[in-house]
T-cell receptor
Framework: DTGVSQNPRHKITKRGQNVTFRCDPISEHNRLYWYRQTLGQGPEFLTY????????KSRLLSDRFSAERPKGSFSTLEIQRTEQGDSAMYLC???????????????FGSGTRLTVV | AQSVAQPEDQVNVAEGNPLTVKCTYS??????LFWYVQYPNRGLQFLLKYITGDNLVKGSYGFEAEFNKSQTSFHLKKPSALVSDSALYFCAVSPDNYGQNFVFGPGTRLSVLP
C-alpha cells in the first residue's frame, strides 16, 4: 500500500459543469476525511466518514457538494454547478481510529487541484 | 470553538541556524496538537503530535515542538536548519483523541537560505 491516492491530480472545468474526485485511502483505515485548501490558507474541514457512514459535514459543504463512501473503501466528492469560488486544492486523508487506537495523525493524499474557469 | 494562530506568514533563516515556527491555540478541554509540513504540489506530511506527557515532543526530520499550557503555545523548532526544510508548515488542533476534524492554522512559509 503506497498511501492515500487521489485522482485526478488536476482538473480544469468550466463554470456550471459538474466534477467528481476520487480518493482511495490506506486500505485498513476506517476513517476518511475531505478538506479544502485555498491559496495561502490552511486546509478547511469539509466532511468525514467512519467506514461508509458520513458522520459530520461542515457548513462549507453546500448543497452543491456531495460525498460518498459506498463500501467503506474509496470515496468520491462531487461538486455540481461549479463556481469560480470552488477553485481550490481538495485534500483527502485517512486514519485508523478505534477504542484502543487513539489518533496519531492523518495520512494525507497529494490532493486534486480544481480550477474553475 | 477551536482556533489556531500562526502569527508569522513567513520565516527566513540561514542554513545551520536554529529555527522556530510559532503556533498558539485556543481549545476547550485538553488540546491535541499536531504539526504538518507541505511541499509544493504535495499533500500534508505529519511531523509530530502532542497528546499527553512530556512537553517537549520529538518528531520527524529532526523537528521538535514544545507544548506550553500557560501560554497556549506549541512552537515548532529545529536546532540546525537545512535548505530542504523550506516548505509550508501547518499547526493543527483536534478536539479529542479520536479523530474529530482538525482545525488548521493558516500556515507559515519557511525559507532556509544557503
Amino acid at each position: 500500500d503506497t498511501g492515500v491516492s487521489q485522482n485526478p491530480r488536476h482538473k480544469i472545468t468550466k463554470r456550471g459543469q459538474n466534477v467528481t474526485f476520487r480518493c482511495d485511502p490506506i486500505s485498513e483505515h476506517n476513517r476518511l476525511y475531505w478538506y479544502r485548501q485555498t491559496l495561502g490558507q490552511g486546509p478547511e474541514f469539509l466532511t468525514y466518514f467512519q467506514n461508509e457512514a458520513q458522520l459530520e459535514k461542515s457548513r462549507l459543504l453546500s448543497d452543491r457538494f456531495s460525498a460518498e463512501r459506498p463500501k467503506g473503501s474509496f470515496s468520491t466528492l462531487e461538486i455540481q454547478r461549479t463556481e469560480q469560488g470552488d477553485s481550490a486544492m481538495y485534500l483527502c486523508a485517512s486514519s485508523l481510529v478505534g477504542e484502543r487506537r487513539p489518533l496519531y495523525g492523518y495520512t494525507f493524499g497529494s490532493g486534486t487541484r480544481l480550477t474553475v474557469v | 470553538a477551536q482556533s489556531v494562530a500562526q502569527p508569522e506568514d513567513q520565516v527566513n533563516v540561514a542554513e545551520g541556524n536554529p529555527l522556530t515556527v510559532k503556533c498558539t491555540y485556543s481549545v476547550s478541554g485538553n488540546p491535541y496538537l499536531f504539526w504538518y509540513v507541505q511541499y509544493p504540489n504535495r499533500g500534508l506530511q505529519f511531523l509530530l503530535k502532542y497528546i499527553t506527557g512530556d512537553n517537549l515532543v520529538k518528531g520527524s526530520y529532526g523537528f521538535e515542538a514544545e507544548f506550553n499550557k500557560s501560554q497556549t503555545s506549541f512552537h515548532l523548532k529545529k536546532p540546525s536548519a537545512l535548505v530542504s526544510d523550506s516548505a509550508l508548515y501547518f499547526c493543527a488542533v483536534s478536539p479529542d483523541n479520536y479523530g474529530q476534524n482538525f482545525v488548521f492554522g493558516p500556515g507559515t512559509r519557511l525559507s532556509v537560505l544557503p
